[in-house]
């Protein structure tokens, strides 16, 4: 009898064992397989600080460090513009543009343009627009639009350190407007061109 009765606890156990873990598991209170801890997998999103607050619609006022990253990312961004339009005279018009850097180190910004970002002096580069437009099949501009076309109507501090900014590019009255900002780099000094071009090649510059 004391044999069987062994027998008896024993399977008890056995079966008692497993259901003791499951409601272990179900009370709440976790089972540690692993000891070591396991690392946070949320990522913490900080919102972007700037300096100042424009009161305007602006917004807030970028950083220097903003202003500095976009100036060197775009020397490596190349604005590509091709697209067909109909014009009101019923004349098509295909343009194809390209805004780039040119790498040529020809600017070189003072310090009083500059110290804002704690440098003495800042070497820069030019830009330039390659445009070919032609109507119906006709070629009626294929050429290139630089800072020096407008040295006529820009002042001296300009002429010296400003760039050629990307356009901005519409249509009015048969005629491809293109509209320029020439400004010193890191800087908000400048000014507004527009450069209309009509359907027989004429290219015209005017201040905004």
Do not use: W
Request: aromatic residues 10%; hydrophobic residues 35%; glycine residues 4%.
């Amino acid at each position: 009898m004391a044999f069987s009765k062994n027998i008896i606890n024993r399977v008890c156990f056995i079966i008692s064992y497993p259901i003791l873990y499951l409601l272990i598991g179900c009370s709440g209170h976790p089972i540690q397989h692993n000891l070591l801890p396991k690392k946070d997998s949320i990522t913490k999103i900080t919102a972007k600080q700037y300096p100042h607050h424009d009161e305007g619609d602006d917004g807030p006022t970028p950083s220097l460090s903003s202003i500095m990253k976009d100036e060197l990312k775009s020397y490596k961004e190349t604005i590509k513009f091709d697209t067909f339009v109909v014009l009101k005279s019923k004349d098509t018009m295909a343009v194809k543009l390209r805004y780039f850097c040119t790498y040529d180190n020809k600017i070189k910004l003072p310090s009083k343009y500059v110290k804002i970002y704690n440098l003495k002096t800042f070497q820069t580069h030019s830009f330039i627009t390659t445009l070919k437009l032609k109507v119906n099949k006709n070629v009626v501009f294929n050429g290139l639009i630089k800072k020096n076309d407008f040295d006529s109507l820009l002042h001296i501090e300009l002429k010296k350190y400003a760039v050629l900014m990307s356009p901005n590019i519409s249509f009015e009255n048969d005629m491809l407007n293109l509209q320029y900002s020439i400004s010193i780099p890191l800087t908000d000094v400048g000014n507004g061109f527009t450069v209309t071009i009509d359907k027989n090649g004429n290219k015209k510059i005017v201040k905004d």
